[in-house]
């Protein structure tokens, strides 16, 4: 028996030229999104034009891949095989930017201990794909942060 923990079956995205820098940003541990270089807005999901100013001036940059939570729901239903029920779906608000918010996992968390506007801190699942690996960006209690 192994202790390397199992990886769930994931539905992984498809790499675009787009979102390569998002899905595999956790190759380096960084959490990246495009901005504006004109406004500074981070955009997400990634887009061709600035949401804000318009402006085509854009580029990846990495955050510090803290988070707050913003809501979740604890799912207990197996719509398909994946992570082990029961599973938080959660959504988060990256600090930088509170107007990025990400659905994601929430791990690593007794489900009696989430709280609405918790400290979060990004972790990587990795899954290797024919397409191009793929780093999923879920979110655990970030360690030593007030709650």
């Known amino acids: 028996m192994s202790d390397t923990p199992t990886v769930p079956f994931r539905i992984l ?23 504006c270089q004109d406004c500074t807005q981070f955009i997400h999901p ?15 940059e990495p ?3 803290r988070a707050t939570l913003t809501t979740y729901s604890i799912n207990h239903q197996p719509w398909m095989p994946g992570p082990e029920l029961p599973y938080v779906v959660a959504i988060i608000e990256i600090v930088e930017d509170p107007s990025v918010r990400l659905t994601t996992n929430l791990v690593d968390c ?11 801190k990004v972790q990587f ?17 970030e360690l030593g942060a007030a709650q």
């Open 13 to 35: 995205p498809k790499l675009t030229d787009a979102n390569r820098e998002f899905w595999q940003g956790g190759q380096d541990n960084e959490l990246r999104f495009w901005r």
């Open 46 to 60: 990634p887009q061709p034009i600035c949401p804000s100013c318009y402006g085509k001036n854009l580029r990846v």
């Open 63 to 65: 955050v510090s891949g």
């Open 110 to 120: 007794d489900h009696a201990d989430i709280t609405i506007g918790m400290a979060l």
């Open 125 to 141: 699942e990795h899954h290797s794909d024919t397409d191009g690996d793929v780093w999923l960006p879920l979110f655990a209690p």
